[in-house]
């Protein structure tokens, strides 16, 4: 028996519903192997702005620092939407990335056979995907400085920066290495080299890196073709490895893939402990999605999954992973969908019901 202390922060949207699924698979893990998953739930994004005016409490910060992982639902919503607000609800998973010293995103892409047909690419195109997006995160134009706007004789201005340094971009990709060794042994390097220093910087220490893993294939693919071939060839790629706007976009395009953003789980994680564990937060790539927000359609999978990364990453469970991980495949192969995945004229669960099927499973 294992024992591990979880915050678990639902947030907005229909980040508490889906939440509450992934917690239910959870439950079950614990009572199939005996383990014990103390979980303290606190407000985050727009829930927390309405009831304390901040998006992510010093406290909440706080907590999660002493938890041995964070899950995430997902914040924002057309309530808090405006551009000019001073507080906003993205501040919250921003400040916990950068408070919890989390530096890589891990995003799988996996097209499940069954649903070739929900992806908006034709079925051959598709067929075979497996990849896994790393992307920095706590660097780049989302953290750099200086980042204003102002008003001049010419009219309104506005400046982002983006800057690594170079200890950034070797934590991330000795994190990229390391996972391709337990893949298929490639690395894709994504960058706009021929345009920006901040990328060539990239390239540099990426290379250097990639001469302690001999066994581990590297190659450079500029952003712009490497988003024409994630379309043309998707079942090409192995370990994207990028800078963070870069892997945010990418990401997002790379979803389509699998035919939903309901399908796909993150894992954010920072400095790794002897045994490849560590603290780390773990959400649905989704977001919020407020215009199915209280309808009971939303597709859990995505954060069912994503607890099975923290089960793998945080917890040191792969065997209860892989569990998890395999009872979802069985519902998908059992022809359970949400709205998200169904068919034309394909009857579909409710979000519910599709957490219902993977605890049963689990089970069994």
């Keep these: 028996m294992a024992r591990f202390r979880i915050s678990v922060l639902p947030g907005d949207g229909i980040g508490p519903e889906v939440t509450r699924e992934a917690l239910r698979v959870l439950d079950a893990v614990a009572e199939r192997w005996s383990h014990r998953f103390d979980r303290e739930e606190d407000l985050v994004g727009g829930a927390a702005i309405d009831r304390y005016g901040t998006a992510l409490r010093q406290e909440t910060l706080e907590r999660a620092r002493k938890a041995d992982a964070v899950l995430f639902g997902a914040v924002g919503g057309p309530k808090w939407d405006d551009p000019r607000a001073p507080v906003r609800p993205e501040q919250a998973l921003l400040g916990l990335r950068k408070g919890l ?45 200086p980042q204003r706007r102002w008003r001049s004789a010419v009219g309104r201005q506005a400046v982002d920066t983006m800057r690594y340094s170079e200890p950034e971009i070797l934590r991330v990709a000795q994190v990229a290495f390391e996972l391709a060794r337990g893949r298929r042994k490639r690395v894709t390097h994504v960058h706009k080299a021929n345009i920006l220093d901040t990328s060539r910087l990239w390239r540099e220490v990426v290379e250097e890196v990639a001469r302690g ?3 581990v294939e590297l190659d450079h693919l500029l952003v712009d073709a490497c988003a024409m071939h994630l379309v043309r060839r998707p079942a090409s790629f192995d370990v994207i490895l990028t800078e963070n706007m870069f ?20 894992a954010s994680l920072g400095r790794r402990r002897s045994d490849g564990t560590g603290r780390g ?28 990364l923290m089960l793998r990453y945080s917890c040191g469970l792969p065997r209860e992973a892989e569990a998890v991980e395999a009872a979802v495949d069985s519902v998908i192969a059992r022809g359970l969908r949400t709205p ?10 409710s979000t519910p019901e599709m957490g219902d099927a993977v605890v049963a499973t689990l089970r069994s």
């Design 281 to 308: 937060l773990y959400e649905p790539i989704h977001g919020s999605a407020p215009d199915i927000t209280g309808k009971s359609i939303a597709n859990p999978l995505a954060m069912i999954l994503s607890t099975a």
């Design 340 to 349: 998200d995945i169904a068919a034309p004229g394909q009857r579909s669960v």
């Design 213 to 215: 893993y001999p066994d």
């Design 247 to 266: 892997g945010d976009i990418l990401t997002d395009e790379a979803s389509m893939v699998a035919g939903s953003m309901g399908m796909l789980p993150s």
């Design 101 to 145: 010293g989390l530096f890589a995103n891990l995003r799988p892409v996996r097209a499940h056979d069954e649903l070739l047909d929900a992806s908006p690419l034709r079925a051959e195109v598709v067929r075979g995907t497996d990849m896994l997006v790393v992307r920095e995160l706590t660097g780049g134009l989302y953290f750099g400085r």
